[in-house]
Every structure is written in C-alpha cells, then in structure tokens.
C-alpha cells in the first residue's frame, strides 16, 4: 500500500507541476499560445496533460520492459528527479521567504534546499560521469554500443540483438533525461539565487500572491469543540441557511 500510494502521489503531483511548467513555457512564446498560461482554459490544460502523461508513460513502459529490469534502470532517475523536483520547490519558498523581506527566516528552506541540491547532484554527476557500467548511464551505453559493433549478441545476462538495442536505447534517454534534469534545477537555483540577490539588496520584492482574505468560516481552535464553539457552530450553520449569499456577507465575528 505504502509503496503504491507513494507512486500514485508523486505521479500525480510531478504531473501537475509538469503540466504548469509546460503551459507557462508554451505561452511564454507568445502570440496565440499566451492562451496557455491560463490555467483555467481546459483545451490548454488538457493537451499538456496529455503531453506529460505520454512522455513519463513512455519512460514508465521503456524501465518495464528494459532488459536490464527498470529498478536498475527506471529507478535511479525516478529517485534523483524526484528529489530535484523538492529542491526546485524549496528554492521557490526561500526565494518568496527572502521576497517579503523575512531574511532571517530563510535559513529555515535554505539547510534543507542545501542538503538536497548537495546529494542529488552528487547522484546525478555519478550516473552521468562514472567511468563504472554498473553506476554510470553512459559508461553502461558505450559498453553495449561496443558489443554491438563487435558483433556480440550476448551482454552479461542481456541475450539477443534487440535486447541489447534496447539497453542502448534506453540507457541513451535516460542519460540524457538525467543531464536535462540537472541542467534545468541548476538554472532555476541561478534565477533564485539572483532575484534572492536582489530582494536582499532592495529590502523586499513583491510577490504574485495572492492578498490575504479574512475567511468566513468557522472551526474549532483544537481537534475537539468546546461548548461554546459547538454554539458558535450551530449560530453559523443557521445563518448558512437563511442567508444563501453568505459569502459575501460580513465575517462571523461581526454578524452573529
């Protein structure tokens, strides 16, 4: 269960973040495709749905059916783009932490964006650069490219001439899906890095947050209800019933 629930999340929400950082990428170019940046548009969010869901299906079938079993292939890749996945969030909070002028506090997302970016980067130079065919992707692609040219059709326990253009070709996507990874969270800890520069030598930078609203329901302060607050409750629900537009109405506190 655990191991299915953790897979089905992180599916989903390396989905989602894909599919806005698709998006945003197509309207940044402009023109007609500007629509693309408005997340409220289903054409636009259902196309690049389909485009990421495709592009990590097609990797999920390419570690399934890799000669060499995807826990040796798939999931490598799955581990360090998962982590640098968190290191671009913790960059983004500690960018927007140092944006509202909270400097002190930054320290908090910036150990654990640290650590984080210190081990994933290590893995991902090891898998790219290891001269090892066991550890490094391209280490193990030049040692099948080499049988291939020499005629072999027996690897190890890869057997067989499409087995091993299988390893080839898979060991082909991932290197380079694992270069394009490290590149793309670098660039982004850059950009944080330099608007964090200039927040800090500014004071603050404003945000695109979004203005805190006073909110208009009720909740206990603690997980079970006092007698007043189960008063207070059912005031509220009353007042749901017999004003329909509540929402726009005042706060609780000053309507009951």
Known sequence: MFEA????????????????????????????????????????????????????????????TDPLGGINTLYPLFGISNQLLAAIALTLVTVVVIKKGLVKWAWIPGIALTWDLIVTLTASWQKIFSADPALGYWAQHQRFVDAKAQGLTEVGTTKGAEAIDAVIRNTFIQGTLSIVFVVLVVLVVAVGAWVSIKAIRAGSLPTTEEPEVDSHLFAPASLFATRAEKDVAKQWAGYQQEHPNWRSAEPLATTL
């Not at 806005?20 to 409220?40: E, T, V, Y």
């Open 5 to 64: 629930l953790f897979i089905l999340t992180t599916l989903d929400a390396g989905t989602r973040v894909c599919r806005f950082m698709l998006s945003d990428a197509i309207g940044n170019l402009g023109g007609p495709l500007k629509r693309f940046r408005d997340p409220s548009w289903r054409i636009g969010a259902w196309l690049c749905s389909l485009i990421v869901v495709i592009a990590w299906g097609s990797i999920l079938m390419m570690g399934v």
